[in-house]
Structures are given as C-alpha cells and as structure tokens.
C-alpha cells in the first residue's frame, strides 16, 4: 500500500521491485491523515500524490489500484469516486 509522503516519493522504487508485488493499492485514508487533509470527492489534495504513483505503477509494469470509499451507504458519492479513480488511470482490469 502506498499510504504516506515517503511512499508516494518512493513510488517508483517500490513499484519496480519487480516479483515482489502483485499490484500496488493506494491508502487513501492514511495519506489524507499524513498530508493534514480531508478526504473529498473533488481529490485535489491529493491529487499530485496519486498522479505520482499512478505514474509509476505501469511504467513498471505494475497494476495499481484505488482506495477505499469510507462512506458506503453513500452511493452517488461511490460512483462518482469510482468515475474519477477511472479518469485518473487507476486500472481497470478484472
């Protein structure tokens, strides 16, 4: 899980130790507590720190995926969490 800054700015070490991962999964929750910042629908806080780690995921050829929604009896919030996570490039695969 890349979960905190030093995770994010390692992101394409830990992502090219090639063998060792399966995919790489995105701790949102933790890295919103890390940086100081809400989580939100809009993601701008975080957003250079997924861009990052989006980023090197496939130039390793690694699969990387979103976080957790917190709010799970929020639906419309799901999916528009799930649209944006699609937008950014966190993979699709089954």
């Given at each position: 899980?890349?979960?905190?800054p030093p995770a ?17 999964v995105m701790g ?17 806080a975080p957003l ?47």
């Amino acid at each position: 899980m890349l979960e905190t800054p030093p995770a994010v700015l390692n992101a394409s070490e830990i992502a090219g130790c090639s063998g060792r991962w399966s995919l790489l999964v995105m701790g949102t929750n933790d890295l919103a507590k890390e940086l100081y910042v809400e989580p939100g629908a809009d993601r701008a806080a975080p957003l250079t720190s997924l861009s990052i780690c989006i980023l090197a995921a496939p130039a390793h050829s690694e699969m990387i995926v979103d976080g957790v929604f917190n709010d799970f009896r929020d639906t419309e919030g799901s999916e528009i969490e799930c649209a944006s996570g699609k937008h950014l490039g966190f993979d699709q695969r089954p």
